[in-house]
Each structure stands twice: as C-alpha cells, then as structure tokens.
C-alpha cells in the first residue's frame, strides 16, 4: 500500500550530520519551523537493494508550476494528498526533470566532492549559512515520538520525514512502499535570487514506467525515460493564445523514420488526453495539435506529457506561471 503518512515539510535548516559508512546510511538534517518544532530529515545516500549507488539530480535553478503550490515557508509539516495538480511530487507524472539525465554516486568516500553526502552537504550547508533560505522536505512523516530523544540530534520528542526518494517502482520487500504522486525530495529556496534547487534521488532498482493507479512496476516497460530512443518529443506549446486561437502543442519526430500517429496522445496536468490525429509524421516534421477533449493548458503554470500507443510516458515538459501568463508567446522546451 501507499505510504501512510505522506507529506512536505517547510523548515529551516539549522544543523546536519553524515553518518559515513554503515548498514544503512543517512544523511541527517536538523531543521526547526516556525512554531520552534525540531525535525530531523533522514536522506538516503545508498541503497539496501542492489545495486548500492543511489541516483541523483541536482537541478540549481528548478522551474515547475509545483513551487507556486508550496505551503508557507517555516509553516512545518503539511499532509499532502497524492495526486495530480496538488503540490505532491510525481518523478514519473510530474514532468519535474528528465530521468535520463540522472547520474550515480557513491554514498560516502574519502576525498572532496566525489559522493552523494558531499553533494548533499553543498546545498544543506548553504541553506544553514542563510537565514532566509526556506527548506521543502518531502516524504513520509514519523514521530513525534513522546518523551524520546531523536537519535540524532537528541532534541524531544523525536520527529521528522525520511523515504525522501522516489517511492514506486519497488520490488521485493519495498513492493508494498509503492504508490503515484508521493514521491520524495529536496527543495531549496533562496529567496535574495529568487531561485528554487531541488534534489531527486531514486534507487537504481526501481522501474521508471508504473501503473497509474497503483505505482507498481510495469514488467514490460524499459527501465527509465530516454534509455532507449524515442521518435517523438514535444517541442512546444501555445498556452495563452490571443484571441480565439485555440491552445495548441507542437510535436516533432526526431527519428529517421516515419512514425505512425495512431494510438500517442497527450496528457495536461489534470491527466486529460488529447489524440494525435491519424497520419504519419515524416521525420523532421512537425505538428501542431489544437486543443480539445477537455485538454487544457492552464495559464497559472502546468505539464504536457506524451505517451505512446502501449501506454508508456515518452517524453514531459512543464511550464511556468510566469511563462504561462505571457500571451500569444509560443514556449519552447
């Protein structure tokens, strides 16, 4: 089942700790919100499942319409219900990065700058440093745990959020963890430059193409978005036509080759399909696809996703309200 107790804490980080080599390691994060309740966020930096190495992606200046649906800043721990258009992470759904370009790292080595707790601790001891820097830590809640002291950072009572991973895709004894639209991450804003980072993990086991409804695994599928060559790719979008033009995505086939259209389709945030229209697109070309069938490209920011006739996520973008509100604009991605 899902997880239980899935949610986003907004914080300030005021401490951390690296556990180096064990069992299971962590990356610690001591954070308190604005009440004065402490947390501590328990970080994966490597895997019980082989293979060991986590993946990672550190994006320094993270644009998605998610941001704008973030509790307060300091505002501490917010439950949050798993599903689309709500501020809830999707690796897969979200079109918030793209999975090809994750990369590997080992958990803890010596030297600088060569492991996933040295690029952790880039981001977190810069966020301490800042008084106005605001952390958003998503994943599954535990605690508060009365009259203990966190294992820690020994403040009462213990209290805090780990699984801050990808939480579908699980085999094994982790099968039961999966669930859509609960996965886990890392967010930082620096408000002075108005900029978001954010930190993906995911465990190199996990399938990058589930079931919609439940998160699990879908055998069939290829392990992650862009390990194989795609055809198409959306290249852009019409979201706030002038006039009565109509919204429109634009979809280029960047094969050798014809693609047959029947069967892909396009899916906005609210998970509406739009068809492509039968034909055969030659490569190179292009199509422009109006909107219709109840597919909607909200103006206050959003996602396009492309799936194939098998059913199977291909390509996603996502835009910005910022971008969204600037009329008769063609975005490009």
Do not use: C
Not at 5 to 13: H, I, M
Not at 259 to 270: C, E, F, I, M, S
């Amino acid at each position: 089942m899902p997880l239980k107790g899935y949610g986003v804490l907004a914080a300030r980080a005021v401490d951390r700790r690296r556990e180096g080599s064990r069992d299971t390691p962590h990356y610690q994060i001591h954070l308190t919100d604005n009440a004065g309740t402490h947390y501590r966020a328990a970080v994966n930096v490597e895997s019980q499942q082989a293979p060991s190495e986590l993946l990672y992606l550190a994006d320094d200046d993270f644009r998605h319409p998610v941001t704008e649906l973030l509790p307060p800043a300091g505002s501490g721990w917010t439950a949050l219900v798993s599903q689309a258009g709500k501020a809830s992470l999707d690796f897969i759904r979200g079109n918030l990065f793209d999975p090809a370009a994750m990369r590997m790292l080992p958990p803890d080595v010596e030297g600088a700058d060569n492991d996933l707790a040295d690029l952790l601790d880039h981001y977190v001891q810069r966020a301490i440093a800042d008084p106005t820097a605001a952390v958003y830590v998503f994943g599954q809640r535990f605690g508060p745990e009365k009259n203990i002291p966190d294992k820690v950072f020994g403040f009462r009572p213990g209290n805090g959020v780990h699984d801050i991973h990808m939480n579908q895709g699980n085999s094994g004894r982790f099968h039961s963890d999966n669930g859509v639209w609960q996965d886990g991450a890392l967010f930082v804003h620096l408000p002075a430059e108005n900029r978001w980072i954010a930190i993906f993990l995911a465990f190199q086991s996990q399938a990058w193409h589930t079931a919609d409804q439940t998160g699990h695994p879908l055998d069939t599928a290829p392990l992650r978005s862009g390990d194989r060559d795609e055809p198409l790719r959306i290249m852009a979008a019409l979201v706030h036509p002038s006039g009565p033009a109509p919204e429109a995505v634009t979809v280029l086939n960047v094969s050798p080759t014809p693609v047959d259209l029947q069967g892909w389709r396009l899916t906005d945030l609210n998970q509406h399909t739009l068809p492509l229209p039968a034909g055969t697109l030659q490569p190179g070309g292009t199509l422009t696809v109006p909107g219709g069938n109840g597919f909607h490209l909200d103006n206050q920011g959003g996602t396009i996703t492309l799936v194939n006739p098998d059913g199977i996520k291909v390509h996603g973008v996502a835009y910005t309200a910022r971008e969204g509100a600037r009329e008769g604009r063609t975005i490009t991605f």
